[in-house]
């Protein structure tokens, strides 16, 4: 299977889904283009809506829609979701509006466009509320269940998808479950935990860590909320050392959910791996190389924090 971005296989799930279901409908904030439901309203007119630049009303029409018994899509950069918190706090997580928000080109891998474009702060800020849980896929078959299972979800949820495409890391008889981790690789010295973009990177950094001796799990946390709370403190038991790997800042995203969770459940060493201070223009592999989010980066941090 070749490498897809999030959004591109949530463009194609929404449009099979949407043959199958009528209650579904999409609105966008004038980047149809980008988020990839343009065809969605090609072949369905009237179950799309185009609110123009301006989100927080998108977020507002979406709940109501919700409210009256469709499936609304609500559709924008990660960046410009995130900014409408207030609107998002009061209409949907508060209405526990039945409101699926997604916000796409999540993180520093956006590249060129810059810190404005980019969504560091978006997990951050949802899963400060109640009710609304967070889903980032890590490939397009993990991303066509996760839509798939968000029609079906009753009340509001967040996926986070991305700009750059997807290197597959699912087995092919994956089954998405909600609130559920994978792991993808079994290993006893530290637990690598990534969701999203970077975590093709982890595996990549689990292989170069195997010539120093260290074995390194790694988790699919495809759920940053809610958390798979058995998974984590097994795999913590069993290792003894957490390092989480996000695009994302390293406050208040996952690394800071499994921290939270482990200091009541598990006091366990951890290791939170993101995007410190601001993002920047550059290069998806340059920017991921900087923040140390690239295979390299994350096996010296791995090693570092073991001291090995």
């Not at 997604?102 to 109640?130: F, K």
């Not at 795999?235 to 003894?240: Q, V």
């Not at 208040?252 to 993002?279: M, Y």
Request: with cysteine.
């Amino acid at each position: 299977m070749p490498a897809k971005a999030s959004r591109a296989a949530f463009g194609e799930a929404l449009l099979d889904l949407g043959a199958r279901d009528e209650r579904i409908v999409t609105l966008d904030a004038d980047l149809s283009k980008s988020t990839m439901t343009g065809n969605f309203a090609k072949k369905y007119p009237a179950r799309a809506f185009n609110l123009g630049i301006a989100e927080s009303n998108m977020i507002g029409v979406g709940a109501g829609l919700a409210l009256t018994g469709r499936i609304p899509f609500a559709c924008s950069f990660a960046c410009f979701i995130a900014g409408r918190f207030e609107t998002i706090r009061i209409s949907v997580a508060y209405t526990n509006a039945n409101l699926k928000i997604v916000g796409t080109h999540s993180g520093i891998a956006i590249g060129e466009d810059g810190y404005s474009q980019m969504g560091l702060e978006d997990v951050a800020c949802i899963r400060s509320l109640p009710n609304i849980g967070i889903i980032q896929p890590a490939d397009e078959i993990e991303t066509k269940q996760a839509i798939a299972y968000a029609v079906e979800h009753q009340g509001p949820l967040y996926l986070r998808l991305t700009r750059q495409s997807l290197e597959p890391v699912c087995p092919p008889d994956y089954r998405f479950q909600y609130g559920r981790w994978l792991v993808l690789r079994k290993g006893h010295d530290v637990t690598l935990i990534g969701s999203g973009g970077p975590l093709f990177n982890c595996l990549e950094a689990a292989k170069r860590l195997e010539p120093d001796g260290i074995s390194a799990e790694v988790i699919n946390a495809a759920c940053i909320k809610p958390l798979d709370e058995e998974l984590l403190v097994q795999s913590a038991g069993k290792t003894g050392h957490v390092v989480t790997v996000e695009d994302h800042t390293v406050s208040g995203g996952l690394g800071g959910a499994v921290a939270e969770r482990l200091g009541d459940l598990l006091p366990t060493p951890i290791k939170r791996l993101g995007v410190h201070g601001f993002g920047e223009s550059g290069d998806q592999k340059g920017l991921y190389a900087k923040h140390g989010l690239d295979p390299a980066g994350i096996a010296a941090s791995v090693k570092k924090f073991l001291h090995r």
